[in-house]
C-alpha cells in the first residue's frame, strides 16, 4: 500500500530523542527553549509558545485574544474540526466564510461582501481564522486590509503550511496577523509525535498564551497580587491547562527543524513531478504549481462526488490510499445538531470533487508513477 502520508525519521531524529531520556529534564527543560528559538529564527516571529497539540494551539491562541461567550469566529468550513471546536469550547459563535472551490481557501471576494452585510447588522467577528489548506496560503496581505477597517483580529490555522512562503517571507511570520498555529503531527512538516506551537509577534500574547499553556500560573513575581511571598510561591492569574509539550517531544522536532528546508523541497519535488506526469489527464483538475506552498497535501479535482468516490475505490483496490481534505465542518453530526449551519456551494463543490493523492517526503519517483498510472487507467469511472 502507498499511504497518502507519513513521517520521516532517522537516526539523527531517534539520538535526539535518547539523549533527553538520559538527561535530568523530561519536561520544562531546554529543550523546549531550543526548539522554540529555532521556530522564532526560520519563521521570523518573536514568540513561539510550543503545545502539546495543534488543537491546544489554536485554544490559546483564542483565548489569549479573549475570545469568550459571545464572541464571534469566522473561519473556512473547509478545515480539520479542530478549527472550529477549539472556538466553540471558550464558548464563542462561528461563522463560516465560502471558498474558492478551486483551491479550498477563504474567497476574499465573498469574506468582503460578508463583513460589509455584518456591518450593517454590528455582527461583525471579533476573529477570522483564514485556514492555508494544503500547505497554499490564502491572501494574507487582503485579510489584514479587511482586519484594519473592519477592526477583527487574525489568527492563521497553518497546521499544513510550515515551511511556505507568503510574498517572499515565512508563513508564520506574522507580519499579517495576530497569531499562526502550526500542528506536528506525524504526517505535516515536521513531527514532535504530537504537538503544535503558535507563533506572535505580540509580547502580551505571549506571555498571556504561556500562563494558559501552564494551568494558568505564573512564577512572574511583578504580576503576583501577593508579591511579598516567599521564593517558592506561584499563583494562579486565569484559567489554563496543562497543554506543555516535552523535552522528549521538543528534541525530536529541533532534531527535525534541521531538515525541514530539505523535506520543503522533495515535497515541492515530488509535487512538481506529479504535475508534470499528469498534465495530459484531463478528466482531472490538477493544483497550480508554486515555489510558495509547503506541499502538506496534493490533491485533485473531479468530475463529481460520484467521480471522486468511484476513484476512491479503485485506487484503493490498487494499493494507494487517498483522502478527503475536507467535508465541511458543518456536515458534521455534533455540528448539525449542536450549530446548524447552510451549506456554501464552494464550500460544497471542493468537497464533493477534491481528491488527496499520497504525498510524503520518503516518495520516489517510481511511486509517483504508479499513482499517476493508475489514474490514467481510471478513465472508467470519469
Same mark, same amino acid.
Given at each position: 500500500?502507498?499511504?497518502?502520508?507519513?513521517?520521516?525519521?532517522?537516526?539523527?531524529?531517534?539520538?535526539?530523542?535518547?539523549? @533527553?531520556?538520559?538527561?535530568?529534564?523530561?519536561?520544562?527543560?531546554?529543550?523546549?527553549?531550543?526548539?522554540?528559538?529555532?521556530?522564532?529564527?526560520?519563521?521570523?516571529?518573536?514568540?513561539?509558545?510550543?503545545?502539546?497539540?495543534?488543537?491546544?494551539?489554536?485554544?490559546?491562541?483564542?483565548?489569549?485574544?479573549?475570545?469568550?461567550?459571545?464572541?464571534?469566529?469566522?473561519?473556512?468550513?473547509?478545515?480539520?474540526?479542530?478549527?472550529?471546536?477549539?472556538? #466553540? =469550547?471558550?464558548?464563542?459563535?462561528?461563522?463560516?466564510?465560502?471558498?474558492?472551490?478551486?483551491?479550498?481557501? #477563504?474567497?476574499?471576494?465573498?469574506?468582503?461582501?460578508?463583513?460589509?452585510?455584518?456591518?450593517?447588522?454590528?455582527?461583525?467577528?471579533?476573529?477570522?481564522?483564514?485556514?492555508?489548506?494544503?500547505?497554499?496560503?490564502?491572501?494574507?496581505?487582503?485579510?489584514?486590509?479587511?482586519?484594519?477597517?473592519?477592526?477583527?483580529?487574525?489568527?492563521?490555522?497553518?497546521?499544513?503550511?510550515?515551511?511556505?512562503?507568503?510574498?517572499?517571507? +515565512?508563513?508564520?511570520?506574522?507580519?499579517?496577523?495576530?497569531?499562526? #498555529?502550526?500542528?506536528?503531527?506525524? @504526517?505535516?512538516?515536521?513531527?514532535?509525535?504530537?504537538?503544535? @506551537?503558535?507563533?506572535?509577534?505580540?509580547?502580551?500574547?505571549?506571555?498571556?498564551?504561556?500562563?494558559?499553556?501552564?494551568?494558568? #500560573?505564573?512564577?512572574?513575581?511583578?504580576?503576583?497580587?501577593?508579591?511579598?511571598?516567599?521564593?517558592?510561591?506561584?499563583?494562579?492569574?486565569? =484559567?489554563?491547562?496543562?497543554?506543555?509539550?516535552?523535552?522528549?517531544?521538543?528534541?525530536?522536532?529541533?532534531?527535525?527543524?534541521? +531538515?525541514?528546508?530539505?523535506?520543503?523541497?522533495?515535497?515541492?519535488?515530488?509535487?512538481?513531478?506529479?504535475?508534470?506526469?499528469?498534465?495530459?489527464?484531463?478528466?482531472?483538475?490538477?493544483?497550480?504549481?508554486?515555489?510558495?506552498?509547503?506541499?502538506?497535501?496534493?490533491?485533485?479535482?473531479?468530475?463529481?462526488?460520484?467521480?471522486?468516490?468511484?476513484?476512491?475505490?479503485?485506487?484503493?483496490?490498487?494499493?494507494?490510499?487517498?483522502? @478527503?481534505?475536507?467535508?465541511?465542518?458543518?456536515?458534521?453530526?455534533?455540528?448539525? +445538531?449542536?450549530?446548524?449551519?447552510?451549506?456554501?456551494?464552494?464550500?460544497?463543490?471542493?468537497?464533493?470533487?477534491?481528491?488527496?493523492?499520497?504525498?510524503?517526503?520518503? =516518495?520516489?519517483?517510481? =511511486?509517483?508513477?504508479? %499513482?499517476?498510472?493508475?489514474?490514467?487507467?481510471?478513465?472508467?469511472? %470519469?
Amino acid at each position: 500500500m502507498i499511504g497518502y502520508g507519513r513521517q520521516s525519521i532517522d537516526e539523527d531524529d531517534i539520538a535526539a530523542v535518547v539523549s @533527553v531520556l538520559r538527561s535530568d529534564y523530561l519536561t520544562q527543560g531546554p529543550s523546549v527553549d531550543a526548539f522554540e528559538k529555532q521556530l522564532c529564527d526560520y519563521t521570523g516571529a518573536r514568540f513561539a509558545i510550543t503545545v502539546n497539540s495543534g488543537t491546544a494551539a489554536l485554544y490559546m491562541a483564542y483565548a489569549a485574544l479573549g475570545v469568550t461567550a459571545g464572541r464571534r469566529v469566522w473561519t473556512s468550513p473547509i478545515t480539520f474540526v479542530a478549527t472550529v471546536n477549539a472556538a #466553540i =469550547m471558550l464558548g464563542a459563535t462561528v461563522e463560516y466564510v465560502d471558498v474558492d472551490p478551486s483551491t479550498g481557501n #477563504i474567497s476574499i471576494d465573498i469574506l468582503a461582501r460578508q463583513l460589509e452585510r455584518a456591518c450593517l447588522k454590528n455582527e461583525l467577528p471579533d476573529v477570522i481564522v483564514p485556514v492555508h489548506l494544503t500547505g497554499r496560503s490564502c491572501d494574507m496581505a487582503e485579510i489584514a486590509e479587511l482586519a484594519k477597517h473592519y477592526g477583527f483580529s487574525v489568527v492563521e490555522d497553518a497546521a499544513h503550511a510550515l515551511g511556505g512562503q507568503y510574498q517572499g517571507k +515565512k508563513i508564520g511570520s506574522c507580519e499579517f496577523s495576530k497569531a499562526t #498555529i502550526f500542528s506536528f503531527h506525524p @504526517v505535516k512538516s515536521i513531527t514532535t509525535g504530537e504537538g503544535g @506551537v503558535m507563533m506572535t509577534n505580540n509580547p502580551e500574547l505571549a506571555q498571556i498564551a504561556r500562563e494558559i499553556r501552564h494551568h494558568g #500560573i505564573t512564577r512572574d513575581r511583578t504580576k503576583f497580587v501577593s508579591p511579598s511571598a516567599p521564593g517558592f510561591h506561584y499563583e494562579q492569574l486565569r =484559567m489554563g491547562f496543562n497543554f506543555r509539550l516535552s523535552d522528549i517531544h521538543a528534541a525530536l522536532g529541533a532534531s527535525q527543524m534541521k +531538515k525541514l528546508d530539505t523535506f520543503i523541497q522533495k515535497r515541492r519535488n515530488i509535487a512538481s513531478h506529479y504535475l508534470d506526469r499528469a498534465e495530459n489527464l484531463s478528466q482531472f483538475s490538477l493544483p497550480v504549481r508554486s515555489n510558495d506552498s509547503a506541499w502538506h497535501l496534493f490533491s485533485i479535482g473531479c468530475k463529481n462526488r460520484s467521480v471522486r468516490d468511484r476513484l476512491y475505490a479503485n485506487c484503493l483496490s490498487r494499493g494507494i490510499t487517498t483522502a @478527503v481534505h475536507y467535508p465541511p465542518v458543518y456536515r458534521q453530526p455534533w455540528h448539525q +445538531k449542536v450549530a446548524p449551519h447552510r451549506s456554501l456551494a464552494g464550500a460544497e463543490r471542493y468537497a464533493n470533487t477534491t481528491l488527496t493523492l499520497p504525498l510524503f517526503y520518503s =516518495m520516489e519517483e517510481e =511511486m509517483v508513477n504508479h %499513482v499517476v498510472q493508475v489514474l490514467g487507467t481510471c478513465t472508467e469511472v %470519469v
